[in-house]
């Protein structure tokens, strides 16, 4: 069984900022590692992916520039730093893990493996 440990989350006013932390000892096997959030009464979306290979990244359009993904490889942890939160911002933020390095689609949900159980992050206006 694979443990993922996320934590991170909390509460903020709009404009503020967050760093999530998902820390899993299956990281740094040349596999994919990503966050995706989810609002009530909304489907999971794809936030942002790291390939723990090359650290090749990617995001979801209306979220780059705003989020960045980031890998340490040595201490198995990938980091998700959110600037400029907004409400919409609001969700529940989960950590997931490929088996393998992840070549199409690495923000859909169907290609990870492994999920943590979430942090709550929300943004007050």
């Known amino acids: 069984q694979v443990e993922i440990v996320e934590s991170g989350g909390g509460s903020v006013q709009a404009g503020g900022s967050l760093t999530l932390s998902c820390y899993c000892e299956y990281t740094a096997n040349n596999n994919n590692v990503a966050w995706f959030r989810q609002a009530p009464e909304k489907a999971r979306e794809g936030v942002a992916a790291?390939?723990?290979?090359?650290?090749?990244?990617w995001y979801a359009d209306s979220l780059r520039g705003r989020f960045t993904i980031s890998r340490d490889n040595v201490k198995h942890t990938v980091y998700l730093q959110m600037n400029g939160l907004q409400p919409d911002d609001t969700a529940m933020y989960y950590c997931?893990?490929?088996?393998?390095?992840?070549?199409?689609?690495?923000?859909?949900?169907?290609?990870?493996?492994?999920w943590g159980q979430g942090t709550q992050v929300t943004v007050s206006s």
């Open positions: 790291v390939s723990t290979g090359d650290a090749s990244t």
């Open positions: 997931a893990v490929s088996r393998g390095r992840i070549m199409l689609g690495p923000l859909a949900p169907a290609r990870y493996d492994y």
